[in-house]
């Protein structure tokens, strides 16, 4: 459920503003103002950049939300922009309106909020100041994973585009590149979209995801599909790849 959470809102705070609103569709429920959530929960308010998305129900009847906000972003060492990403889950009482951190009955100890990294690599952005650039352009980084390894991660990947293309199975630091069907999506790489680079699986440490947006929400797709980049590191320092296809859940729903 969190990890849904964190998807949901990356989903609704950067490729679909306009895809945010089906989920609302189900519900004439006004959208909460996120600076008021963030004070009746005692916390800080006004962040650089700030969205909340309807998460469902809670057992008691109170009304669930996913509320992110992102701090000022600042250029690091390694000349990408960097901005810390939090998502709180808040649970509203709809007689009073008043918010609160919601803890999951399933997982009362799950942190809450979750942290992670808004991060933009764009070469071409350098000269202009972070908070300038447009949110948009920004890819959320979970917090297991320094923004500085995302970056590393995403060169060897763009160096795969290579050894694909040239149609060698072994190249450089991958050992193994596993397309299947998918050689030809891979190889525009360079022109998707990043999404977010994660560990979706909490108990294989040595897996990071990076997805890239294959077929973005519009009038002719009604759903995103996802590029998965499976990238496994090895004690050796090699690598392998799988690639594979996904659509997130808050779009199957």
């Keep these: 459920m969190r990890r849904f959470a964190y998807t949901a809102i990356f989903l609704a705070s950067t490729l679909m503003a306009a895809c945010a609103v089906p989920a609302s569709k189900k519900t004439?429920?006004?959208?909460?103002?996120?600076?008021?959530?963030?004070?009746?929960?005692g916390l800080a308010a006004h962040f650089w950049h700030e969205n909340v998305t309807q998460a469902g129900d809670a057992p008691d009847g109170k009304k669930v939300w996913f509320v992110s906000a992102a701090e000022k972003?600042?250029?690091?060492?390694?000349?990408?922009?960097v901005a810390r990403d939090y998502t709180w889950t808040m649970a509203v009482d709809p007689r009073d309106g008043r918010g609160a951190l919601y803890a999951y009955p399933d997982n009362p100890g799950a942190h809450n909020p979750e942290i992670g990294f808004d991060v933009n690599v764009d070469i071409s952005k350098h000269s202009v100041p972070c908070d300038q650039i447009d949110f948009k352009d920004y890819f959320l980084v979970a917090e297991d994973i320094r923004p500085h390894e995302a970056v590393d991660l995403l060169q060897e990947l763009y160096d795969a585009v290579g050894c694909v293309g040239?149609?060698?199975?072994?190249?450089?630091?991958?050992?193994?590149?596993?397309?299947?069907?998918?050689?030809?999506?891979?190889?525009?790489?360079?022109?998707?979209?990043?999404?977010?680079?994660?560990?979706?699986d909490d108990d294989a440490r040595n897996e990071v995801t990076v997805k890239y947006v294959l077929y973005p929400w519009g009038d002719k797709n009604h759903e995103f599909t996802f590029l998965d980049c499976i990238v496994r590191t090895f004690p050796d320092g090699s690598l392998e790849l799988d690639v594979g296809e996904a659509i997130p859940d808050i779009v199957k729903e």
């Design 28 to 41: 004439d429920r006004a959208v909460p103002d996120a600076d008021k959530l963030l004070v009746d929960a």
């Design 166 to 200: 040239r149609e060698e199975v072994r190249c450089g630091k991958w050992k193994k590149l596993n397309m299947e069907s998918y050689k030809d999506d891979f190889l525009r790489l360079p022109e998707l979209r990043i999404f977010m680079i994660e560990h979706e």
């Design 73 to 81: 972003p600042q250029r690091a060492e390694d000349a990408e922009c």
